[in-house]
T-cell receptor, first 112, second 114 residues
Framework: DVKVTQSSRYLVKRTGEKVFLECVQD?????MFWYRQDPGLGLRLIYF???????EKGDIPEGYSVSREKKERFSLILESASTNQTSMYLC???????????FGPGTRLTVL | AQSVTQLDSQVPVFEEAPVELRCNYS??????LFWYVQYPNQGLQLLLK??????LVESINGFEAEFNKSQTSFHLRKPSVHISDTAEYFC????????????FGQGTELSVKP
């Protein structure tokens, strides 16, 4: 069974803190993605990566950065957390061949 | 660029009733189409996908969707729903030669009542 794991299910941080969200996949997939999910807005792509040390901006990259030092790990970084970054964050892995993305369980981040 | 519109944010139905969740997309290139399901407190799971070939695709739990190119739609249907189908459903599109990037709709909450 393919698996995407995220480091925390729930996280509470304070405004201005630096926040790291970790994602690990065991599928040897080239592609990895970070989304945020908000009610009524669906999933919006923050950043994605097609290879190690490679990253591309998605639709809403402002306030976020990413790191991919190893193929299986893709980290999302909030340099200075703000209350409008309170959301559910979903990580996914996939290939370009079968088009399917496999999602982690999500991290619900609350910024106070 | 692509966009996806799910026309209903919430769909309440009674158990064993039929259901249709609507999805329309826009794209300047040919597309692949997907439906994902998210059960409460879980991540998304792929329900079904259209890549090519037959325009009618089916899932293992009785859902089906039909790709209609002329109407740019990919509606999801089930003839008889169960309580366990209660979840949020997301339609997604990916353009040819667009890498692995998916564009998601806003989601439809399906609530099945006894």
């Amino acid at each position: 069974d393919v698996k995407v794991t995220q480091s925390s299910r729930y996280l509470v941080k304070r405004t201005g803190e630096k926040v790291f969200l970790e994602c690990v996949q065991d599928m040897d997939h080239e592609n990895m993605f970070w989304y945020r999910q908000d009610p009524g807005l669906g999933l919006r792509l923050i950043y994605f990566s097609y290879d190690v040390k490679m990253k591309e901006k998605g639709d809403i990259p402002e306030g976020y950065s990413v790191s991919r030092e190893k193929k299986e790990r893709f980290s999302l970084i909030l340099e200075s957390a703000s209350t409008n970054q309170t959301s559910m964050y979903l990580c996914a892995g996939g290939t370009g061949i079968d088009n399917e993305q496999f999602f982690g369980p999500g991290t619900r981040l609350t910024v106070l | 660029a692509q966009s996806v519109t799910q026309l209903d944010s919430q769909v309440p139905v009674f158990e064993e009733a039929p259901v249709e969740l609507r999805c329309n997309y826009s794209s300047s290139v040919s597309v692949y189409l997907f439906w994902y399901v998210q059960y409460p407190n879980q991540g998304l799971q792929l329900l079904l996908k259209y890549l090519s070939g037959s325009t009618l695709v089916e899932s293992i739990n009785g859902f089906e969707a039909e790709f209609n190119k002329s109407q740019t739609s990919f509606h999801l249907r089930k003839p008889s729903v169960h309580i366990s189908d209660t979840a949020e459903y997301f339609c997604a599109v990916r353009g040819y030669n667009q890498g692995g990037k998916l564009i998601f709709g806003q989601g439809t909450e399906l609530s099945v009542k006894p």
